[in-house]
């Protein structure tokens, strides 16, 4: 199982429930993935994503995965990895909070924060130790280009996908040479249940566009994936607007 670029055999997904996850793992089950772990609290949608990838003939395990149990991570990321080797773990999971009523309420933004960004590091590390153990496999990194720069409409969930966005670049460089590699994708806004009944931004994508660019970037090997590839220019443009300028764009 040491084809882990572009045609994995066996898929982690931390994150069971996700819709950009599970898009994911659809295509990979149409290709060569033959073995699932689906890891997230337990749910009908966890239990029903399961069902439909098993029907799909794949040999699906199901773990109970909280993102932010921190001090579970080790124990059940551990488990799963001790059933076998692992070719590709991706990341999906996270959440956006609710921006107006958490700046007004401390914990809530706080947990806004530890899924996002320290329920990723814990689970990260853990993964990525795990597959450096195996020598091979890709950790995929779900961020977002609200990491890009903070906007007044989404600054806490922003400041979370800068700070992992930064992590899995550094935990990547850091693997150089291990067999791991790591793929940071940075999708747009996503038509989807965390983005339902919210104004749709330009360049707007969907799950299905997502999941196309992960593999387009496994078979590449690339470092960082844009969804869409077009998002690249356009933030490389706003990276660069002045302060004054971007405050009265980015809204």
């Not at 199901?62 to 001090?71: G, I, P, R, T």
């Not at 931004?201 to 299905?208: D, K, L, R, S, V």
């Not at 387009?216 to 470092?223: A, D, I, K, P």
Request: aromatic content about 4%; proline content about 4%; hydrophobic content about 45%.
């Amino acid at each position: 199982m040491k084809n882990a670029l572009g045609q994995p055999q066996s898929l982690l997904l931390l994150g069971g429930s996700s819709e950009i996850g599970l898009a994911t793992a659809r295509r990979l089950v149409q290709g060569r993935t033959r073995r699932v772990h689906l890891a997230g609290r337990p749910s009908p949608a966890l239990t029903a994503a399961a069902a439909e990838l098993t029907e799909m003939g794949a040999e699906v395990s199901v773990h109970d995965f909280d993102a932010a149990a921190l001090d579970t991570h080790e124990t059940v990321l551990g488990k799963v990895f001790a059933e076998g080797d692992i070719d590709a773990v991706l990341l999906a999971f996270g959440v956006l909070g609710d921006q107006l009523k958490d700046e007004q309420d401390p914990m809530a933004a706080a947990t806004v924060g530890q899924v996002n960004y320290l329920g990723a590091v814990t689970s990260a590390l853990v993964s990525a130790q795990a597959l450096r153990r195996q020598g091979h496999g890709s950790l995929i990194v779900l961020s977002s280009v609200a990491g890009e720069r903070a906007r007044r409409a989404n600054f806490i969930y922003g400041s979370t996908k800068a700070g992992l966005d930064a992590f899995a670049q550094g935990l990547g460089d850091s693997l150089q040479g291990t067999g791991v590699h790591v793929m940071v994708v940075r999708p747009g806004f996503v038509r989807g249940r965390m983005t339902e009944g919210r104004p749709e931004a330009p360049m707007a994508t969907t799950p299905e566009a997502v999941a196309e660019a992960i593999l387009v970037g496994l078979q590449r090997g690339s470092e960082t994936v844009w969804a869409p590839a077009a998002l690249r220019v356009v933030m490389s443009g706003v990276r660069h607007l002045p302060r004054p300028v971007y405050r009265r764009l980015a809204v």
